[in-house]
Each structure stands twice: as C-alpha cells, then as structure tokens.
C-alpha cells in the first residue's frame, strides 16, 4: 500500500501545481478584466462612502471649482490664516515739487507720533491710506514751495499713487488744515491747477491727513459707473470743483 502511495503521490503533486497555477492565472486576468471594465457605470449611486476613501486621497485637483460652498464650510472654522494674506503698508516716495523746492516730509516733523504717509490694499481689494505729510520750502527751484504761483501746481502733489492703487473716482479727505484730493482715473483740476491721476495733492496749508482715509480702486465693481439723474446737481457741483 505504501509503494503505491509513493508511486502516485509526485503524479498527485504535480497536478496541483498545475491547478494552482491556472487558478493564479485566472485570479490575475480577472483583476486586469475588473481594472478594465469597470467605471463610473458600474458603481452604484452612493456605493462608495467616506470609510473607503483614503485619508488625503481627496485633493485640491479633485474638487471641482466652485464646489465647496459656505454651507459646505463649518461656521468658525476659517482663520485670518485661511484668507488671502493682507497686504502691509507700504510708504511712498515724497514729492519735491519737480524742482526742488517743495520738500515734502512726514507729518511726524510738526505733530510726534504721526506716521509717514503709507497706502496698502486690504484682501477685500479696498485701498486704504494712512499717516499725513507737510511740505517745507526747498532749496531747489524758486526756493518757494507755494503751488499757487504761475505753473508751480507740482508743488501741491505730496505724492502719486501706483496705478493698482488709484481711486475708481477723486477723492476728498481730511479737515482743517489738511485737506487733500486723491485725483481719479482721469485726474483732477482745482483753483486751475491739472493734477494727474493718483496724485495726492494738499489743497490747504501745505498739509494732507490721511488718517482712516480709504476708497475702491478703478475697477471695483461696487463702484457706479454713473451719477444717477437724481444727484445731477450735485455731480455738476463737483465736477465745477474739478472732484470728478
């Protein structure tokens, strides 16, 4: 009985080598036919849950653009830091009056603690200034820092603003003692003189006050394209006073 085992017992191995191979075989084709034929079509709606998806699997090129809405973000769980960074305050360069005898310098000279003239935009894309400048006569020029004089209207322009940063329409800030003109997209005239655009001009005393002083940009479009007809007068007004 044991000699006739052994006789039998290669043959019996064997074949199980050959049917464990074709069974390997098969497994393989199947998973390559699977991987082939089996799509979006296939899957049943909502067959595939959270649980079977991979931790991180879900990337930014995954999610269709605009697909991820407020009600799809938790109340509170956005911080500055999830935001587009804001920008930081960037001082300008001063006027000298074109010649040289209007030296215009940060406020802080006359008043302690006031900032230099600075501009940034907010993420939000609205225009921000800050700080106040005052303007001495130079030594260049006429020696004279008056704009009033014959085709000395330079001597006005504090400083100008890069073209990013120019008002969607002329702008009027400050007080007593510090009025200033931030001149639009088309520029601005006033008492005769032509200023050009972004320029920010001390209409009184040689001093403009910045301070909490902020506009939308050309280009917002929060912005009226047009004074509606029931401010007319009012925008006729303005435009005479060259503020439009």
Known sequence: MNQALRRIHPAVTMVALCISLLALVAAAAGAGYAAATIGTAQLKNNAVTEPKIAKNAVTAKKIKKNAVTTKKVKNGSLSAADM???EKQVAP???NGGEGDCAWQGLGALVSGVGLPTYRKDRFGTIHLDGGATALDGAGGDGDCDPSD??????????????????AKTQLFGGIGGLAIVAGPTGATFSGGSFPPGA???????IVLLDGASFEPVGSPVVLPKVSKATK???DLRKALGLD
């Open 233 to 235: 007068k009012q925008g």
């Open 93 to 95: 360069t001063l006027s």
């Open 84 to 86: 587009v960074a804001e």
């Open 150 to 167: 014959p085709g000395q209207t330079s001597d006005a322009i504090a400083f100008i603003l890069p073209a990013a940063y120019i008002p």
């Open 200 to 206: 920010v001009v001390g209409v009184s005393g040689g």
